[in-house]
């Protein structure tokens, strides 16, 4: 028997988000969820509002309305150095090297 307590990584959820700039609606009512060991992809075409959402998702852009909360705490808010003490960060295409190992890439946005 292990005597090490395991720890369920928390559910990502996010609630009816939306962001405006300036008159334009760059996400309308998003919402997903995304569990514990799964995988997802956003797709779509450019200025569909990805950036935006995982701007939103760490912190760099306030949304209008809606929530996003990491388990029980809720992420909104939250300036993004602590939101990504939390464990959520992004990471920006453009700093990608070709020089590192995929791994070392990786590790760019924490």
Partial sequence: MN????TVPPVLDVRDVTVRFAGLT???AVSLTVEPGTVHAVIG???AGK???FNVLS???RP???TVTLGGTELTRLAPHRIAALGVARTFQNIVTT???VADNLMLGR
């Fill in 64 to 66: 209008a309305a809606g």
């Fill in 51 to 53: 950036s935006t959402c």
């Fill in 99 to 101: 020089h590192g190992t």
């Fill in 59 to 61: 912190g760099l852009c």
């Fill in 45 to 47: 075409p450019n200025g």
């Fill in 3 to 6: 005597d090490r307590t395991t």
């Fill in 26 to 28: 760059a996400l309308d």
